[in-house]
């Protein structure tokens, strides 16, 4: 099983509709997860961050955790074309103090318009 | 600007040569990262340092060597060694090494081979 998994898609929905972006995770004892945004080309975007089982809320994104079930997941609210990107879905795995940044090997979503 | 700064954009390299990536930052971070990302896969660690003239292997540092000599540095070289260097390569940076703290990425080296 690898440590950081994610549906490669390509995951399409219309404009305006709500995008869910899923990650499941191997490592009980991870405390923080990511998720970066990556347009064709470029470098990660960190997007947002959680710690606490619950919702975290930033503008059209909210990023959801679920340590008892090891998931994580991402929506988009009223996806716009320019979200059309890979999303990667990030896992810190505990090792002492630090504990090393893991990656899912991404979804790619496409926003129609 | 505070930010990372990655160099070349673009890096080819001969057989046999041993070609280095640059990676400067002005953010005060303690710690940087090197990932290695090939087409369709996520971000493989290489190498990482949470703080001057220390550093760790990540999961894929053969062929790879780094140094930490200034705070703001961290170049990769990309050693003869490594058969198969063709890839994007990032650097990252944290404002220090603890578990949940984001890192943050330059924009990133291709390095092909010639």
């Known amino acids: 099983q690898k440590e950081v998994e ?29 998720w970066y ?10 997007i947002m961050f959680i710690y606490s089982n619950g919702d975290k809320e930033d503008g059209r994104f909210t990023a959801q955790l679920n340590k008892a079930s090891q998931y994580v997941s991402l ?19 505990p090792s002492g103090n630090t504990g090393k940044l893991i990656f899912g090997q991404g979804t790619t979503l496409q926003v129609k318009p | 600007d505070g930010g990372i700064t990655q160099s070349p954009k673009y890096l080819f390299r001969k057989e046999g040569q041993n070609v280095t990536l640059s990676c400067e930052q002005n953010l005060n971070h303690d710690a940087m990262y090197w990932y290695r ?3 369709g896969q996520g971000l493989r660690l290489i190498y990482y340092s949470q703080i001057v003239n220390d550093f760790q292997k990540g999961d894929i540092a053969e062929g790879y060597s780094v140094s930490r000599e200034k705070k703001e540095s961290f170049p990769l070289t990309v050693t003869s060694a490594q058969k198969n260097p063709t890839a994007f390569y990032l650097c990252a940076s944290s404002i220090s090494p603890t578990r949940l703290q984001p890192q943050h990425f330059g924009d990133g080296t291709r390095l092909s081979i010639l």
């Open chain 1, 75 to 93: 929506l988009i609210r009223d996806s716009q074309p320019s979200d059309s990107a890979t999303y990667l879905c990030a896992v810190n795995i």
């Open chain 1, 37 to 46: 945004r990556q347009y064709s080309g470029k470098s990660p975007e960190l």
């Open chain 2, 37 to 39: 990302q090939d087409p």
């Open chain 1, 6 to 34: 994610q549906n490669s898609g390509p995951l399409s929905v219309p404009e305006g509709a709500i995008a869910s972006l899923n990650c499941t995770y191997s490592d009980r004892g991870s405390q923080s997860f990511f």
